[in-house]
């Protein structure tokens, strides 16, 4: 799986969006770019993935560049819960495991 | 739809003793995998199993053991517990790459917090 590289830490004031980027310049073709959060003491949450194309759901979108060497969680109005380790993972479809890097320590400032 | 159950959700062992960990993957999932994050870091890979067989294992030692049932749910055995054993395990739950055209998703329960005193 590739590697990705994020910001250690980041602030965002509540209701704003937060943009949250990841590099990931050795991805391969076959690989999805995956984000998970973890709020303190509780297990990872999934929250979007995509393979090239942006994509967006209830929680979040997804900006992934054209030459997808790097992408961008948007979370659009954050609030205080948003609070969390933002996880950026690479990983191909058919790979079982994930392997977590150090992750974006986000914190909303009221 | 039940996502990935994990139990007890905290406990307390002394050195030396055995544990084991209780895992139900979320509905429709046959593949569970176990991390282990100690305070402070990311998640580490234990190992995974599907068929009711070990699959895949990270870098940990013999005393970490696990099994799966034929309904998919499945057990983390840790035995001789050491002080550095303290720490969240979680379980991981998917389908056996069965659509490659959407990804594979992966999901967590919320996790074990086991401390070794």
């Known amino acids: 799986d590739a590697k990705t590289t994020q910001p250690p830490s980041m602030d965002c004031a509540e209701g704003r969006a937060a943009n949250l980027p990841c590099n990931h310049s050795?991805?391969?073709?076959?690989?999805?770019v995956y984000w998970y959060r973890q709020i303190h003491s509780q297990g990872p949450q999934y929250i979007i993935h995509?393979?090239?194309n942006n994509e967006t759901n209830e929680m979040a979108s997804l900006i992934i560049t054209e030459d997808r060497k790097s992408s961008t969680l948007i979370l659009p109005h954050a609030t205080l819960r948003d609070t969390a380790v933002y996880y950026c993972?690479?990983?191909?479809?058919?790979?079982?495991?994930?392997?977590f890097g150090s992750g974006t320590r986000l914190s909303i400032r009221p | 739809d039940a996502g990935v159950t994990q139990s007890p959700t905290h406990l307390i062992k002394t050195r030396g003793q055995q544990v084991t960990l209780r895992c139900s993957p979320k509905?429709?999932?046959?593949?569970v995998s176990w991390y282990q994050q100690a305070l402070g870091q990311g998640p580490q890979f234990i190992f995974q199993y599907y068929e009711e067989e070990e699959r895949q294992r990270g870098n940990f030692p013999d005393r970490f053991s696990g099994h799966q049932f034929p309904n998919y749910s499945s057990e983390l055995n840790v035995n001789a517990l050491l002080l550095g054993d303290s720490a969240l395990y979680l379980c991981a739950s998917s389908p056996r790459n069965r659509d490659r055209g959407t990804g594979n998703t992966i999901y967590f329960g919320e996790g074990s917090w086991l401390t070794v005193v």
């Open positions: 993972i690479v990983r191909g479809s058919s790979a079982s495991k994930i392997i």
């Open positions: 050795t991805i391969s073709g076959n690989e999805y």
């Open positions: 995509g393979l090239k």
């Open positions: 509905s429709g999932h046959d593949t």
